[in-house]
């Protein structure tokens, strides 16, 4: 607007320069979005694999873990009358 009233060059490069200023600035928010979208898609895979990974280091516990003993009858010979 400033050009159309003015009429200089000044006024004519000034008006320019601002237009391509929102140009670029449109550029960078499109880029942010598909950063943005990209980091959300990022963070939902790891969510899905820490507890993928969560489940596999529960079951390694249980193979690692010592399984208790059952109980088993005394050994050797035992009378019918005690």
């Known amino acids: 607007m400033l050009a159309s009233v003015l009429r200089t060059d000044r006024a ?3 008006s320019i320069a601002i237009v391509r200023a929102f140009v670029q600035l449109r550029e960078i928010l499109a880029t942010h979005q598909e950063l943005a979208s990209k980091l959300a898609e990022l963070e939902q895979r790891l969510e899905k694999h820490d507890s993928a990974i969560a489940n596999l280091f529960e079951a390694i516990r249980q193979l690692l873990a010592s399984p208790e003993p059952e109980h088993k009858g005394e050994i050797g010979f035992h009378s019918v009358n005690r």
């Open 12 to 14: 004519v490069a000034m």
